[in-house]
């Protein structure tokens, strides 16, 4: 246990004794302890549907989940009668492509409008308010509107979408702008920076963390809104699927579904926070100072 | 002859908070003439940042005026350079893109500021150091950061806020050797606050102690010390006389500040 000698440690053939000082789980162990509860809940879910625990011919086992996914997703040889089979990729990219002009829509009205928000005050006190009024009304509330104003097309899904993201976004940026150190604004206009330099030197960057947690927020909306969108307005993509295989009995697919949106909104996310990291380099570095 | 470079006629300074109206400085006068080093000395709260804050056209004055170069100063601008107390960096950019960023967005060419950013940084002692953050440099380097940006725009006033005011007793003693240098290639004209009596004599060539709230001038001193002076010089018979001297006028008006 050479914690402080800095020699990275093998792998302990024993547990460390109980009421040790622990200094924190390696890596490996990391992954182990977070693994734990989900292996629990699947060998709990399996012997829920294998000993009859759940009633009959609703709930799908997580083998049959597996099965049903990989076949959706590589297809089978076979003769089937499953409409599924090898759409998978096809429905990820339908829900992926609104979900990424939607959330792009978003970001390229909320980030400017937000900054114009947090920097003049005469934009704030037009702008602002109906903002602040539309604002509580759930996307799930547009979906009439919506489909009244674009039909069932993408237009309406992007709507959606794009409302749904646009909210955080806007209101984040606004917040990251306001935040901004009158002091450097100081030392801008000590310096000789125009308004202009400012703006897009000073005061953007410095609203640049508040920016990214309003993307984070915002493509997080963007799933939910995207399976909102396909369920009711659009016929394609992953919420539509979902919808329409509950229709047709078959949880295995809505489950495998349900698990594709999940892991899609997760892998946008690290996305984002691997992006925002880099940008942001310099505060990793002042949160380690 | 000596030229009038920074010029205070009756100046006030008078803030609102809330209902309140707070008179922060009343009826400053001072001359600092072209390349001589003035010290702004009081105690805490007595109004000494908001002389600066005029000078550099971060505020306007309620009543009086402010001139430099013979021109009144309506707002902030690089022939004034201010050096904060805090160092007032711009985080995301590395020590090399702070010290440029005042040459950059004058559209100085290229050409022009990267020798002399090269210069300064290395003049400041922060060679090698180009590429850093500020996150990752320590208090003393990043003030030093804050000096090298301005000098780049070679200013002829130099307006400091308490620079090392935040510095450990070492480190301020190195700052100082080091402006004293600066100062010695450069002779820029010098506003520089602070409430450390030995700091201000070791540095200025004339001392204003102010008064306690409403800030006032209360005695202007000449320090009248060879230069180029050294931190030795700040146990010398006359540094001492002075610094008596000072710590007197100093101690009335905190007794004022403490009745009050």
């Known amino acids: 246990m050479n914690a402080t000698t800095g020699v990275v440690p093998h792998a302990e053939p024993r547990p460390a004794p109980a009421g040790a000082p622990v200094a924190g789980p390696r890596p490996a162990q990391r992954l182990g302890l977070a693994v734990l509860l989900p292996l629990a809940f699947l060998a709990l879910w399996a012997a829920a549907v294998r000993y009859r625990w759940l009633p009959e011919g609703i709930v799908p086992s997580p083998q049959q989940v597996v099965r049903s996914w990989y076949v959706w997703i590589v297809g089978t040889t076979g003769f089937t009668l499953s409409p599924y089979a090898g759409t998978w990729l096809d429905t990820v990219l339908f829900s992926g492509r609104r979900v990424l002009q939607g959330f792009a829509l978003a970001a390229l009205v909320g980030i400017p409008l937000g900054i114009l928000i947090g920097w003049f005050r005469l934009v704030q006190n037009v702008v602002d308010p109906p903002i602040q009024m539309l604002r509580p009304i759930p996307i799930t509330a547009w979906l009439p509107f919506s489909i009244a104003v674009f039909g069932i097309y993408d237009a309406s899904a992007l709507f959606l979408i794009g409302l749904g993201a646009f909210y955080p976004i806007v209101v984040n940026t606004t917040h990251g702008v306001r935040d901004t150190s009158r002091l450097l604004i100081r030392a801008a206009r000590m310096l000789g920076a125009s308004e202009a330099t400012i703006l897009f030197k000073v005061v953007f960057p410095s609203a640049l963390p508040a920016i990214f947690t309003g993307l984070r927020l915002g493509v997080g909306i963007a799933w939910t809104a995207v399976i909102v969108a396909e369920i009711v307005a659009v016929k394609s993509g992953l919420g539509y699927v979902l919808w329409d295989a509950y229709y047709v009995s078959r949880m295995d697919i809505c489950v495998a579904a349900m698990i594709s949106v999940g892991l899609l909104g997760f892998v946008s996310d690290r996305l984002i926070h691997g992006i925002s990291r880099r940008v942001l380099r310099w505060r990793t570095l002042e949160a380690h100072a | ?260």
């Open chain 2, 1 to 260: 002859m000596a030229k009038e470079k920074v010029v205070l006629d009756g100046v006030a300074k008078e803030f609102a908070t809330g209902r309140q109206r707070v008179v922060a400085v009343d009826g400053i006068s001072l001359t600092i003439q072209a390349q001589e080093f003035a010290c702004l000395l009081g105690p805490s709260g007595c109004g000494k940042s908001t002389v600066l804050n005029l000078v550099a056209g971060f505020e306007q004055p309620t009543r009086g005026q402010v001139t430099v170069n013979g021109t009144p100063v309506t707002r902030p601008g690089p022939d004034r350079a201010v050096v904060f107390q805090e160092p007032a960096l711009f985080p995301w950019l590395s020590v090399l893109d702070n010290v440029t960023f005042g040459p950059k967005t004058q559209r100085q060419p290229a050409a022009v500021y990267q020798p002399l950013a090269r210069r300064y940084v290395e003049l400041v002692g922060l060679t090698g150091f180009e590429g850093h953050f500020p996150a990752e440099l320590s208090g003393g380097m990043k003030q030093r950061v804050g000096i090298a940006r301005v000098l780049v725009l070679q200013p002829e006033v130099l307006l400091m806020d308490e620079p090392f005011g935040a510095l450990d007793a070492q480190t301020r003693t190195l700052m100082q050797e080091l402006l004293l240098r600066v100062w010695e290639q450069g002779h820029q004209t010098v506003l520089f606050i602070t409430h450390d009596v030995e700091e201000a004599l070791l540095l200025a060539d004339t001392v204003y102690v102010m008064t306690a709230r409403p800030g006032q001038i209360k005695r202007r001193l000449a320090v009248e010390l060879p230069r180029p002076r050294t931190i030795e010089e700040t146990t010398s018979a006359t540094f001492n006389a002075l610094k008596r001297e000072v710590l007197g006028l100093i101690r009335e008006e905190s007794l004022k500040a403490a009745r009050a």
